[in-house]
């Protein structure tokens, strides 16, 4: 009878337990729809006030003006890359004519070789354009903005150089840089020059030699001697200080190594980015909605300024590096990201309808420090939580 009573015991728990997973997903599942068709209407608002010329950046509530940028700004490329997401998960087709539109106005950028920044310009939205379309037009853009990449290699230092030299740093490489080195693993894995991987690769050596400390944090600059090869000096350029841990850095990096694992199965790549998730989901400075304030070593926590995009690239990169672990680990990251994706919906993060200049989130911070973009829509931000929902959505909605 006893034995009878535990099996039933044990069945109902398990049907309960299945029901429950059920229903959070449910619960997921339409969050996914209402930020995609969200989206859809804000962008669609967003569109009237994008000059042709130009593309969005930010937003002034007080003046209530879309800031744009020139096509070489550095996030060029997150607007058509929006849309394009968009597209896919809602069939709009004005939103399609509209990513169109935008790929037309950053198309020169293939052959810019001012900074280190064509990954963010180019694959963001030439890539997300092929990949739904397969124009060989748009694979040919990607091709070019690789070889343009590519010329900012410096062999004596082993990695590519991040910005030009000027007052303040000669040879500068920024954690940032891992996200370019994207473009040039798949230009390689789709019949391009092996020498773009092998960039990518060196790159991402050097940096693991030079860039991270012994927890897992790391500096944001690295400025390196072009004649000797030899480090001149660890730095920050937009955190609190040289020895803190600015908040989208780290989240560049996480989502830079998890990376280089799906390219390479080095699995150097995957202890990286598992041991620098460690130090972010643990940090005590970590707030409980896991969106990070924009330093986790700023001044005034817990009433510092938050980072909406660095919670974005983070729940971005924990849910492809749950791909790539199990147990109690994987389910650490993916818990861990839904519950950024959860908090980003919210009332805390999202916009109302009609407002926001039409982006999605607010309360990103650019360059605190510089005393830039604080407490703003970023663009940026829109494009790595569109991207993390469908990430979500594929890859674990229908486990």
């Known amino acids: 009878m006893k034995k009878t009573t535990l099996a039933i015991a044990l069945i109902f728990a398990v049907l309960f337990s299945q029901a429950q ?19 859809r209407n804000q962008y ?10 130009q593309l969005p950046q930010s937003y002034d509530e007080k003046n209530n003006t879309l800031i744009s940028r020139n096509i070489q700004w550095w996030c060029s490329g997150f607007y058509p890359g929006s849309l394009w997401y968009i597209f896919e998960e809602t069939g709009d087709e004005v939103i399609k004519k509209e990513a169109e539109r935008a790929l037309e106005v950053i ?8 900074n280190h920044d064509l990954g963010f310009m180019m694959y963001c939205s030439f890539g997300n354009a092929y990949r739904l379309t397969k124009k060989e037009d748009y ?10 990449l590519s010329t900012r290699f410096r062999p004596a230092v082993n990695s590519i150089q991040s910005w030009n030299g000027n007052k303040y740093f000669k040879c500068p490489v920024i954690i940032d840089n891992m996200m370019n080195l994207e473009m040039l693993n798949w230009v390689t894995e789709q019949g391009g020059d092996k020498k773009f991987k092998q960039i990518a690769v060196v790159h991402s050596n050097t940096t693991l030699l030079n860039h991270y400390r012994p927890d897992y944090s790391c500096w ?13 000096r660890k730095a920050t350029w937009q955190g609190a200080a040289d020895c803190s841990s600015w908040s989208r850095g780290q989240s560049w990096g996480l989502y830079g190594f998890t990376m280089m694992y799906r390219f390479t199965r080095d699995i150097r790549y995957l202890e990286q980015a598992r041991n620098i998730a460690k130090f972010l989901l643990h940090h005590p400075n970590l707030p409980e909605d896991k ?3 924009w330093d986790y070593d700023a001044p005034k926590i817990p009433f510092a300024d938050r980072d909406a995009s660095a919670g974005a690239i983070m729940a971005s990169a924990l849910l492809e590096l749950g791909r790539y672990t199990s147990g109690n ?22 916009a109302k309808a009609g407002e926001n200049g039409g982006f999605l989130l607010k309360h990103s911070t650019g360059a605190l420090v510089l005393g830039s973009e604080i407490d ?6 829109d494009y790595y939580f569109l991207e993390a929902l469908k990430r979500y959505k594929d890859w674990y909605l229908n486990e």
Not at 139 to 147: D, H
Not at 376 to 381: H, K, M
């Open 44 to 53: 669609r608002y967003m569109m009237t006030l994008v000059p042709d010329n």
């Open 291 to 293: 969106i990070p304030y």
């Open 139 to 148: 694979k040919k853009v990607i091709f070019q903005s690789a070889q343009s």
């Open 107 to 114: 198309r020169p950028n293939q052959t810019y070789t001012g």
């Open 329 to 350: 680990e994987k389910e650490e990251y993916i818990a861990a990201a839904e519950k950024m994706l959860v908090s980003l919906s919210g009332d805390g993060y999202r």
């Open 376 to 381: 703003v829509p970023l663009i940026y931000a």
């Open 220 to 232: 944001h600059v690295v400025d390196y001697d072009l004649v000797s090869g030899g480090v001149l």
């Open 21 to 39: 997973n059920a229903a959070g997903k449910e619960k997921m599942r339409r969050l996914v729809k209402d930020n995609y068709e969200f989206a």
